[in-house]
């Protein structure tokens, strides 16, 4: 009897588990009923509070046979765009517009804020990302000098066939070129929550022969760094975007631009600065210039102390170079002549800092470097620094800039 028992349990057990297995095999959705989201764009909207655009990656376009010839998009990546007054909602209309299939957000790598809407603010459409469990929170977060649906329907690069994959990499070449940060959304979620920095934005353009900077405007090597997103003057066939610069935020609106060179400048305060090339004039030949590779040599320290109630910021930039150009009768073997050059490397840096400095708490009002966090240890208790109101003081810093770069002159020419 207790057999016949055991074996009617183990019976109806294997045919409960059977039907749960089948009724999870039947509810399983396949790759097929999914449009995947790479990109998101989002705009002010005419007759509603947003415009959203999604940018879409069919299956097939996972793999390199189903791009088109280079430097054309593949038919497979489709821009949809549509008025609405909230994202989700947003979501669902384009999910009944497309019927067949479900939007996946899980593979987005980039979320696209027009400028026209950073002016107003954007809190609450970072809330709303940060809440959606498919949205990673390594996405970027840019803010598009133009709409964010004509950037996405021009973001394209000839040298990557998955645009899945330029969304990806682009941004982290910031780390050789200085141009750029690569900004999660996550990071742009915590400075807005913090008291102690203001959040930044990829700022990123559609470079187009409209957008660029004219080309009598490069006169010297001043011009080169101080670009934006969309202005370096490129010829080209097509159009494209280009990561060039920072948008600065005050809470969560927009309130300036860095340029290329600014940007080295934040990144440096941040400690997130690696490498770049630097051209500067000559020491030693006003109509002559002269290419370094900067690199790190050690973290950046910065201190922060209050006095008369100002902060008085104190930042400290530890760099090697190594010297990329050579001008006809120079003498690289000479200590006068390496220090020469590398107090000019100095005095540069400096400016730019200073003038970095001083744009970001005067005119913006908005400490981005992260001073706060050493100006925290200066105050008692939380209260003390909630009463002190650091975002409001920062406006009345005042800078102390030390600069220290030492030239590599293993494996150089020694004269010419």
């Given at each position: 009897?207790?057999?016949?028992?055991?074996?009617?349990?183990?019976?109806t057990?294997?045919?409960?588990f059977?039907?749960?297995?089948?009724?999870?095999?039947?509810?399983?959705?396949?790759?097929?009923?999914?449009?995947?989201?790479?990109?998101?764009?989002?705009?002010?909207?005419?007759?509603?509070?947003?415009k959203?655009?999604?940018q879409?990656?069919?299956?097939?376009s996972?793999?390199?046979?189903?791009g088109?010839?280079?430097?054309?998009?593949?038919?497979?990546?489709i821009?949809?765009?549509?008025?609405?007054?909230?994202?989700?909602?947003?979501?669902?209309?384009?999910?009944?517009?497309?019927?067949?299939?479900?939007?996946?957000l899980?593979?987005c790598?980039?979320?696209?804020?027009s400028?026209?809407l950073?002016?107003?603010?954007?809190?609450?459409y970072?809330?709303?990302?940060?809440?959606?469990?498919?949205?990673?929170?390594?996405?970027?977060?840019?803010?598009?000098?133009?709409?964010?649906?004509?950037?996405?329907?021009?973001?394209?690069?000839?040298?990557?066939?998955l645009?899945?994959?330029?969304?990806?990499?682009?941004?982290?070449?910031?780390?050789?070129?200085?141009?750029?940060?690569d900004?999660?959304?996550?990071?742009?979620?915590?400075?807005?929550?913090?008291?102690?920095?203001?959040?930044?934005?990829?700022?990123?353009?559609?470079?187009s022969?409209?957008?660029?900077?004219?080309?009598?405007?490069?006169?010297n090597?001043?011009?080169?760094?101080?670009?934006?997103?969309?202005?370096?003057?490129?010829?080209?066939?097509?159009?494209?975007?280009e990561?060039v610069?920072?948008?600065?935020?005050?809470?969560?609106?927009?309130v300036?631009?860095?340029?290329?060179?600014?940007?080295?400048?934040?990144?440096?305060?941040?400690?997130?600065?690696?490498?770049?090339?630097?051209?500067i004039?000559?020491p030693?030949?006003?109509?002559?210039n002269?290419?370094?590779?900067?690199?790190?040599?050690?973290?950046?320290?910065?201190?922060?102390?209050?006095?008369n109630?100002?902060?008085?910021?104190?930042?400290?930039?530890?760099?090697?170079?190594?010297?990329?150009?050579?001008?006809?009768?120079?003498d690289?073997?000479?200590?006068?002549?390496l220090?020469?050059?590398?107090?000019?490397?100095?005095?540069?840096l400096?400016?730019?800092?200073?003038?970095?400095l001083?744009?970001?708490?005067?005119?913006?009002?908005?400490?981005i470097?992260?001073f706060?966090?050493y100006?925290?240890?200066?105050?008692?208790?939380?209260?003390?620094?909630?009463?002190?109101?650091?975002?409001?003081?920062?406006?009345?810093?005042?800078?102390k800039?030390?600069?220290?770069?030492?030239?590599?002159?293993?494996?150089?020419?020694?004269?010419?």
């Amino acid at each position: 009897m207790n057999d016949l028992f055991k074996r009617v349990i183990s019976i109806t057990l294997i045919i409960i588990f059977g039907l749960i297995f089948l009724s999870f095999f039947k509810n399983t959705q396949n790759i097929d009923s999914f449009a995947y989201v790479v990109a998101i764009g989002l705009d002010k909207g005419t007759n509603n509070n947003l415009k959203l655009t999604f940018q879409t990656l069919s299956p097939e376009s996972g793999s390199e046979s189903s791009g088109s010839s280079s430097g054309s998009k593949s038919s497979s990546i489709i821009n949809t765009s549509i008025e609405c007054s909230t994202i989700n909602s947003g979501i669902q209309l384009i999910e009944s517009y497309i019927g067949s299939k479900q939007l996946n957000l899980s593979h987005c790598q980039s979320l696209i804020f027009s400028e026209e809407l950073a002016y107003d603010g954007i809190s609450e459409y970072i809330y709303t990302f940060i809440g959606n469990t498919q949205i990673s929170h390594s996405s970027n977060v840019l803010v598009s000098r133009c709409s964010a649906e004509y950037y996405l329907k021009n973001s394209e690069s000839i040298y990557e066939k998955l645009v899945s994959k330029y969304y990806n990499t682009s941004p982290k070449y910031y780390r050789h070129t200085g141009n750029t940060d690569d900004i999660s959304l996550v990071e742009f979620f915590s400075s807005l929550n913090n008291t102690f920095r203001e959040p930044t934005a990829i700022l990123s353009s559609v470079n187009s022969t409209e957008t660029n900077v004219d080309n009598n405007y490069v006169s010297n090597f001043s011009t080169d760094s101080s670009f934006k997103a969309g202005e370096a003057p490129i010829s080209h066939e097509n159009t494209g975007i280009e990561d060039v610069g920072l948008a600065v935020f005050k809470e969560d609106r927009i309130v300036g631009e860095l340029s290329a060179i600014e940007t080295m400048a934040y990144l440096m305060t941040n400690n997130k600065f690696q490498s770049c090339e630097l051209t500067i004039l000559s020491p030693f030949d006003e109509n002559s210039n002269i290419d370094f590779s900067l690199s790190k040599k050690g973290d950046t320290k910065c201190t922060v102390d209050i006095i008369n109630g100002s902060p008085f910021i104190t930042v400290n930039v530890d760099l090697n170079a190594r010297i990329l150009s050579m001008n006809e009768n120079s003498d690289y073997s000479s200590s006068y002549v390496l220090t020469a050059l590398e107090n000019a490397i100095n005095e540069y840096l400096s400016t730019v800092l200073y003038e970095y400095l001083y744009k970001t708490s005067i005119d913006y009002g908005a400490d981005i470097s992260g001073f706060g966090k050493y100006a925290l240890a200066k105050f008692l208790t939380i209260n003390d620094w909630y009463n002190y109101n650091w975002s409001k003081n920062y406006k009345n810093s005042f800078f102390k800039v030390n600069v220290s770069t030492s030239i590599n002159s293993n494996n150089l020419l020694l004269e010419t």
